[in-house]
């Protein structure tokens, strides 16, 4: 399974940025997908994910700021970040779960988007 992501780049405080990240290859069924960010020096943390049924999970520091959303049809993970800050400074990278034809399960990641916030 492939995940490429776009949508990343340079947005001053206050500005939005869509992310995407589209999967491909043995793909029977999309499970949960999700993004993750990891900030310099700092751990790679959980954003938000979303369930093949579509609820939602949102770290505390992104919710009322940040949406999830899927089209299961394409494969394919959004995630709409508005109001940011320069605190989410980060490389952005998705995850999907999915269910082959051959009967595999897989956890992959896309390669990494960087989000840069000005003040």
């Known amino acids: 399974v492939q995940l490429v992501e776009s ?25 949960a997908m ?22 939602t999970n949102y770290a505390d520091s992104v919710k009322g700021r940040f949406t999830i ?13 508005n109001s940011l800050k320069p605190e989410d400074t980060a490389v952005y990278y998705c995850k999907v779960g999915s269910l082959g034809w051959s009967g595999s399960t897989y956890d992959s990641w896309g390669q990494g988007t960087q989000v840069t916030v000005s003040s």
Do not use: H
């Open 34 to 55: 999700g993004w993750y960010r990891q900030a310099p020096g700092k751990q790679r943390e959980l954003v938000a994910t979303v369930t093949s049924g579509g609820s």
């Open 69 to 81: 959303s899927r089209d299961s049809a394409k494969s394919t993970v959004y995630l709409q970040m």
């Open 7 to 31: 949508g990343g780049g340079l947005v001053q405080s206050g500005g939005s940025l869509r992310l995407s990240c589209a999967a491909s290859g043995d793909i029977f069924r999309v499970n």
